[in-house]
């Protein structure tokens, strides 16, 4: 005998498809109407794949030196021209974007990461937990950015690895700031009072409801300070704190092209100043985008 009373279950993996499908209609329509975003993911994807692919993209060695062919113009044989060494100024730049979005994603995803949990354990523990997490946020935000960056590469070391610690230790402080907030309207939330009355740990609710629904706010912010940390180690590679010579970086090629070369050879200076604004920009641009899409009271 059939059961008339045959209730189907709702799928779990049926909800996911459909919020997947939704946030993919979102993207897209998004794009379609903010053509600078969709510009600025193309940017920073050929960014990307230029540094990944710097071996064969390069057309010729970027520590190289030739007496012959220094400071020449752009041309066909040289599309940047070459700086004072008769370096390929092209296939320097090309080279320097590994180190400058190296650091740039590697120090602001370390202060993601660290700044989000710190903010969020700080919001959900409270009391005197939260009150020396605060003390410690404090003292780092009362060096400017920069400054604090100088400090930590000092005491850090200037490898590439290095300059992002230093770098996503001077940005750490604003994250979880940012994050704490978020935390501290999570925590009143009903969902968060439920998962305690029903005897869920600490860990549990921090790690299930707090983290997850608190990132996305973050993440918007987190985007912008991709450009803050690639601007950071470009100032302090000009000023001789960053990655050692002669391996190319972009901040190193605007020091040299600025104080040798740039009445006689603006070129030196003009290409590599480019490629960092244009990366900068794109990342601003992601960051606006990101904000936008992540914003609930936005109608597409």
């Known amino acids: 005998m059939k059961n008339r009373h045959n209730h189907t279950r709702p799928q779990p993996n049926a909800s996911r498809a459909n919020l997947v499908t939704e946030a993919q209609v ?3 329509t998004y794009a379609r109407t903010n053509p600078l975003a969709l510009l600025s993911v193309a940017v920073l ?25 220094v400071l020449r113009p752009p041309g066909p044989d040289h599309y940047f021209g070459t700086d004072g060494l008769g370096r390929d100024i092209f296939s320097r730049v ?14 602001a995803g370390i202060a993601a990461v660290v700044g989000t949990f710190a903010g969020t354990v700080s919001a959900y523990c409270g009391g005197k937990l939260d009150l020396a997490i605060q003390r ?29 610690v230093a770098i996503s230790i001077s940005l750490a402080p604003q994250v979880t700031r940012l994050s704490r907030a978020t935390g501290l309207s999570i925590k009143r939330e009903l969902y968060v009072e439920a998962a305690r009355v029903i005897g869920a740990s600490s860990y549990q609710v921090i790690c299930r ?17 991709f450009g803050a940390a690639v601007v950071a180690e470009t100032a302090l590679s000009f000023l001789g704190l960053g990655v050692s010579p002669p391996s190319p970086s972009w901040g190193r090629m605007l020091q040299e092209g600025a104080r040798q070369y740039f009445e006689v050879a603006p070129w030196a200076t003009v290409f590599p100043g480019l ?13 606006d985008a990101v904000r936008d899409m992540l914003d609930p009271r936005r109608s597409y």
């Open 26 to 28: 979102n993207i897209w």
């Open 45 to 69: 994807i050929l960014m990307g794949v230029t540094a990944l692919m710097a071996d064969f993209v390069a057309p010729y060695d970027p520590l190289a030196q030739n007496a012959a062919e």
């Open 94 to 107: 090309v080279y320097g974007s590994r180190v400058s979005l190296y650091v740039g994603f590697l120090a």
């Open 136 to 164: 410690v946020i404090d003292i780092f935000l009362g060096f400017p950015f920069l400054v604090l960056a100088l400090i930590m590469v000092v005491a850090l070391g200037s490898s590439p690895t290095s300059l992002a």
């Open 209 to 225: 409801h707090m983290l997850p629904n608190g990132f996305p706010p973050v993440l918007a912010q987190v985007t912008g300070y």
């Open 275 to 287: 490629a960092l604004s244009l990366t900068v920009v794109s990342f601003a641009l992601l960051g």
